[in-house]
T-cell receptor, first 113, second 111 residues
Framework: KAGVTQTPRYLIKTRGQQVTLSCSPISGHRSVSWYQQTPGQGLQFLFEYFSETQRNKGNFPGRFSGRQFSNSRSEMNVSTLELGDSALYLC????????????FGPGTRLTVT | GENVGLHLPTLSVQEGDNSIINCAYSNSASDYFIWYKQESGKGPQFIIDIRSNMDKRQGQRVTVLLNKTVKHLSLQIAATQPGDSAVYFCATRGSFQKLVFGTGTRLLVSP
């Protein structure tokens, strides 16, 4: 069974631009969560989607948004990029929202210059 | 708010030694705890988990201990190997079923 895939793996953007990251969960998994990982803050929860609906949201500004498609693939979007948005963005999938085990993808490394 | 903290940012051990990585959490309502391993360039990988109705759980070369009284969690790795070198995170499931992660301990294993 293929794991969680994220595209692109690396991305360089400039301040003020917007970016879209993509995540394909493990086949059969319907819940997708997004996390931001930075050296200073560690792993922070962004949001969780299940059956195309956002079920949970972390404490991030409205510039961060996401969506999930009917095939469970998910995208997250960051608008008006700031230098502080530079981070590793991780996607994790699970069979359902309350499922204990989440499987992480390799992440997308976003650098904002 | 909820937070999870690790006691040491870096732990250096010799190959063959046992390693102990510690974690403290703040939310007494947390009912589920997980340890993840993250190698360079990869996403976190599940190692072992434990529920709040247990105080110890063993896996292959790993043991997780949970002390709910002092809200403390530890991961013990037996006979540490160079391949165990990575960053280790603990995570707890608390309010709204969200996972809250600690900041991570980097384990360095020298031959």
């Amino acid at each position: 069974k293929a794991g969680v895939t994220q595209t692109p793996r690396y991305l360089i953007k400039t301040r003020g631009q917007q970016v879209t990251l993509s995540c394909s969960p493990i086949s059969g998994h319907r819940s997708v969560s997004w996390y931001q990982q930075t050296p200073g803050q560690g792993l922070q929860f962004l949001f969780e989607y299940f059956s195309e609906t956002q079920r949970n949201k972390g404490n991030f500004p409205g510039r961060f948004s996401g969506r999930q498609f009917s095939n469970s693939r998910s995208e997250m979007n960051v608008s008006t990029l700031e230098l502080g948005d530079s981070a590793l963005y991780l996607c994790a999938s699970s069979s359902e929202p309350k499922s204990d085990e989440q499987y992480f993808g390799p992440g997308t490394r976003l650098t904002v210059t | 708010g909820e937070n999870v903290g690790l006691h040491l940012p870096t732990l250096s051990v010799q190959e063959g030694d046992n390693s102990i990585i510690n974690c403290a959490y703040s939310n007494s309502a947390s009912d589920y705890f997980i340890w993840y391993k993250q190698e360079s360039g990869k996403g976190p990988q599940f190692i072992i988990d434990i529920r709040s109705n247990m105080d110890k759980r063993q896996g292959q070369r790993v043991t997780v201990l949970l002390n709910k009284t002092v809200k403390h969690l530890s991961l013990q790795i037996a006979a540490t190997q160079p391949g165990d070198s990575a960053v280790y995170f603990c995570a707890t499931r608390g309010s709204f079923q969200k996972l809250v992660f600690g900041t991570g301990t980097r384990l360095l294993v020298s031959p």
